[in-house]
């Protein structure tokens, strides 16, 4: 079984500009799940799918942050403009299901983003 | 406002001895406790999980346990293995009509042959 793809792997950018990542889930995942991880720290939720829905994007930085999953697959999620404080690796999750079990969430290989 | 806690950032072990982790939390609405095992560049890859209406979850060398009145779990690897040497975050679970994982800032694990 295929696991959570990401790309690219590494992305270096200057401020105010644009980023984009991509994520393709587990096949049949209906939960996709976006994390922001800083050095030092742990994985911390930006925003999380139940297929194309969003359910959760309380800390999601809104002004700069934006992310969606068409068709209840892939997603993509975008900074604009990008400023340092987002350099992290931003980590791709997706679980079977939501209903209330103890779904694993498993996780991509990530994207680490340098600012300068 | 940090719910869960890792207050080791590295634990050195020698092969063969036991290794112990720990974990607390603030949040009594968590209901499930995750370990989760990092790689250099490779995403965390889950290990164990134990409820909340459990004080024990063994599978193989990997045993946790969880203290729900001092807000304490702990995973023990016994014996540790040179390969066991990674990051191990622990993650706490609410469920609000869907689940919501909060993690830990992690621990690096080195095991010495």
């Known amino acids: 079984e295929a696991g959570v793809a990401q790309s690219p792997r590494y992305k270096i950018i200057e401020k105010r500009q644009s980023v984009a990542f991509w994520c393709n889930p587990i096949?049949?995942?209906?939960?996709l799940y976006w994390y922001q991880q800083i050095l030092g720290q742990g994985p911390k939720l930006l925003i999380q799918f139940q297929n194309n829905g969003v359910v959760d994007d309380s800390q999601l930085p809104k002004d700069r942050f934006s992310a969606e999953r068409l068709k209840g697959v892939d997603s993509t999620l975008k900074i604009q403009p990008a400023k340092l404080e987002d350099s992290a690796v931003y980590l791709c999750?997706?679980?079977?299901?939501?209903?209330?079990?103890?779904?694993?969430?498993?996780f991509g290989p990530g994207t680490r983003l340098l600012v300068l | 406002d940090q719910q869960v806690k890792q207050n080791s950032p590295s634990l050195s072990v020698q092969e063969g001895r036991i290794s112990i982790l720990n974990c607390d939390y603030t949040?009594?609405?968590?209901?499930?406790f995750l370990w989760y095992k990092k790689y250099p560049a490779e995403g965390p890859t889950f290990l164990i999980s134990?409820?909340?209406?459990?004080d024990k979850n063994e599978d193989g060398r990997f045993t946790v346990f969880l203290n729900k009145s001092a807000k304490h779990l702990s995973l023990h690897i016994v014996p540790s293995q040179p390969g066991d040497s990674a990051v191990y975050f622990c993650?706490?679970?609410?469920?609000?009509?869907?689940?919501?994982?909060?993690f830990g800032t992690g621990t690096r694990l080195l095991v010495s042959p």
């Open positions: 949040n009594s609405m968590f209901d499930y």
């Open positions: 999750a997706s679980s079977l299901d939501n209903g209330g079990g103890t779904e694993t969430q498993y």
């Open positions: 134990i409820s909340s209406i459990k």
């Open positions: 993650a706490a679970r609410t469920y609000t009509g869907f689940q919501k994982l909060v």
């Open positions: 096949s049949g995942h209906a939960t």
